[in-house]
């Protein structure tokens, strides 16, 4: 039996606010493999904490986190660091993308930082680009694109480095309905060619494109469900066409 692509054994995470201490997560067992999964949880229930130590942004207090069969809980920031360029792809609710730097060059940043050299940098920043559906606008700014664009530049970044997991933080929070279900059938895709997607919302509707749903309250994981996912791009054809960009 192979080992999963995530491990996690009795994770405690304990925040120090002066005099009291928060117990973020309370000793969550999880294992997740290949497919689409969908973290949810009222707010304080431990769902961005355990994004941050599923991402390796943060360190649990206690218990042990294996990442791709490396123990990553006691791991150095270096290490971390290294971890998240080679292993893991960001996606966020507000895009994170440099406003004076074209959609090209945002998606070539991670592969900067890794030291690829300039004509394999362009090459593999553009082939992700045209992956999510912009191979036409590689040169265009953030603010020449649509809140959906922009997400789909973020999700060509966080891919360009060809990681196997990408972890999204409500990636459809910032966006339209139909947008949000464009950016959902762009994860279904990523999902089928092998990427493992772990994504955070608080979202029913956005949940149910998942393959799996994780719920957590006050640090404990309440249930973990296979689903069938709901086909995101059979309901695209379903609904209004966009507005004409130009």
Not at 61 to 78: A, F, P, R
Not at 137 to 160: D, F, W
Not at 195 to 214: C, F, K, Q
């Amino acid at each position: 039996m192979t080992e999963p692509l995530i491990h996690l054994e009795s994770i405690v995470k304990t925040y120090v606010m002066g005099d009291v201490e928060v117990r973020a997560l309370r000793g969550v067992d999880l294992d997740i493999d290949q497919g689409l999964i969908a973290i949810m949880g009222a707010s304080g229930s431990g769902k961005s904490t355990l994004m941050n130590v599923i991402g390796c942004l943060d360190r649990p207090t206690s218990g042990k986190y294996l990442l791709t069969g490396q123990d990553v809980s006691k791991m150095g920031h270096n290490e971390l660091a290294d971890i998240r360029n080679k292993v893991i792809g960001f996606v966020f609710q507000s895009f994170q993308l440099l406003t004076r730097t074209s959609a090209l060059e945002n998606v070539e940043l991670p592969l900067m930082y890794a030291g690829v050299a300039g004509r394999e940098r362009h090459r593999r920043a553009r082939e992700a680009l045209e992956r999510v559906g912009l191979g036409g606008r590689v040169h265009h700014h953030p603010n020449q694109l649509s809140g959906g664009q922009q997400q789909r530049v973020a999700i060509a970044r966080a891919i360009v480095g060809r990681t196997r997991l990408l972890v999204a933080d409500e990636p459809t929070g910032n966006l339209d309905s139909r947008t949000s279900v464009e950016i959902m059938a762009l994860f279904q895709e990523l999902w089928r060619e092998g990427i493992t997607i772990i994504l955070v919302t608080h979202e029913p509707d956005i949940a149910a494109y998942a393959s799996r749903v994780v719920v957590l309250k006050d640090g404990v994981l309440r249930s973990d469900v296979e689903q069938q996912a709901r086909d995101a791009r059979a309901e695209l054809a379903t609904l209004p066409p966009p507005e004409v960009l130009t």
